[in-house]
T-cell receptor, first 116, second 115 residues
């Protein structure tokens, strides 16, 4: 089973500052991916960004980027210029070589609160 | 856009009742999943299905069953609801199994309270 560690249960950040959310994982798969999801208080899980283990460039998607360090098995999410609407739970989830068929194993999440 | 719809957003049921949570996806995805989410425990996989009439146990299947009679619909069944099944339940779907990157799409969640 994969083990995922998100070391920050909660974070308070000033609006417009950049935020880094930590995620480390433990997998024996040679080929894998790493997802980040956002969950606002409404409950829906929103896909943010994906990084494949063989991708040479760090993934970026608008204000979201991944700081992917494969050797350290670390894939931190960076949110630039944070906004009040970024307040939510954030989950990282590695995906093994089986692709999406087996579901994702999620970390316990980081509760991010953006303050005005 | 992918749409995963959970039929009930909020439910209150009595202990011992049989509970059905319904989920429908409109993107012809092969794979469907049921998770439960509890504070401090994150999301945990209950059951998943990779084809009609197929089902696989996830990490916490005890006390639950599932039904997938049609490709677009995946039902979670609590045969005899108990208070420890009070939780938020999330349905999800993803496309054909393949290499990594098969994004899993989630519904809005169903908040179940068992009293």
């Amino acid at each position: 089973a994969q083990k995922i560690t998100q070391t920050q249960p909660g974070m308070f950040v000033q609006e417009k500052e950049a935020v880094t959310l930590d995620c480390t994982y433990d997998t024996s798969d040679q080929s894998y991916g790493l997802f980040w999801y956002k969950q606002p208080s409404s409950g829906e899980m929103i896909f943010l960004i994906y990084q494949g283990s063989y991708d040479e460039q760090n993934a970026t998607e608008g204000r979201y980027s991944l700081n992917f360090q494969k050797a350290r098995k670390s894939a931190n999410l960076v949110i630039s210029a944070s906004q009040l609407g970024d307040s939510a739970m954030y989950f990282c989830a590695p995906q093994g070589a089986g692709g999406g068929a087996d579901g994702l194993t999620f970390g316990k999440g980081t509760h991010l609160i953006i303050q005005p | 856009d992918v749409k995963v719809t959970q039929s009930s957003r909020y439910l209150v049921k009595r202990t011992g009742e049989k509970v059905f949570l319904e989920c429908v996806q409109d993107m012809d995805h092969e794979n469907m999943f049921w998770y439960r989410q509890d504070p401090g425990l994150g999301l945990r996989l209950i059951y998943f299905s990779y084809d009609v009439k197929m089902k696989e146990k996830g990490d916490i299947p005890e006390g639950y069953s599932v039904s997938r009679e049609k490709k677009e619909r995946f039902s979670l069944i609590l045969e005899s609801a108990s208070t420890n099944q009070t939780s938020m339940y999330l349905c999800a779907s993803s496309p054909t199994p393949g290499q990594g990157g098969d994004t899993i799409y989630f519904g809005e969640g169903s908040w179940l309270t068992v009293v």
